[in-house]
């Protein structure tokens, strides 16, 4: 009876002591419940998709320019598969990535920014409106580029938050 009633205290000390060693949070990562607290976070994400529209760039002038013949490309092999219209969608010229990820920050921009706003005093409603238009305006060039150039693409207008949001998300119509 001895030997029951120290085990079972010994498993109430263990199984109590779980709480803790469960909730522990990731180094190297944000957990977005903690993240969206002031208007500061909010500005690095719209930083983060203008550093990543940056990213854009060249795809953009390849897709225009080079495709449209206002430029050579004598040296490029991929650029002349583009000029001649026999790229295949293996090709580093169709790549969606950095769209996609602008149009990510700016999800979260969009859905975010009113929770910072509630939790930071000093974060007024027309500096939040002016950053979700900022981010308004970054999603919808992005699709822009996208559905000039490939006709219909995913349209995705929230923000990734966990594994439950799908994966693979099919094209829209150009409407």
């Not at 004598?74 to 598969?81: C, D, N, S």
């Not at 790229?87 to 990535?97: E, G, Q, R, V």
């Not at 007024?124 to 822009?144: D, G, Q």
Request: charged share 20%; net charge negative.
């Amino acid at each position: 009876m001895k030997k029951f009633i120290i085990i079972l205290f010994s498993s109430c000390l263990l199984f109590g002591s779980c709480n803790e060693w469960l909730d522990i949070l990731p180094k190297n990562e944000q957990v977005t419940e903690n993240y969206w607290q002031t208007k500061e976070d909010v500005e690095q994400i719209l930083a983060s998709a203008y550093h990543y529209m940056r990213e854009t760039t060249d795809l953009l002038v390849y897709w225009g320019e080079l495709r449209g013949g206002s430029m050579y490309s004598q040296y490029l092999v991929e650029g002349a598969k583009l000029q001649n219209f026999v790229l295949l969608p293996s090709s580093s010229y169709c790549t969606w990535a950095p769209f996609y990820q602008v149009i990510s920050l700016a999800n979260s921009v969009l859905d975010y920014a009113d929770i910072a706003q509630q939790n930071d005093d000093a974060y007024s409603v027309e500096a939040m409106r002016s950053h979700k238009t900022e981010a308004y305006f970054m999603r919808s060039l992005m699709y822009f580029y996208l559905v000039r150039n490939f006709k219909e693409v995913p349209l995705i207008l929230n923000a990734y938050v966990d594994d439950s949001a799908p994966y693979k998300v099919a094209k829209s119509t150009e409407e």
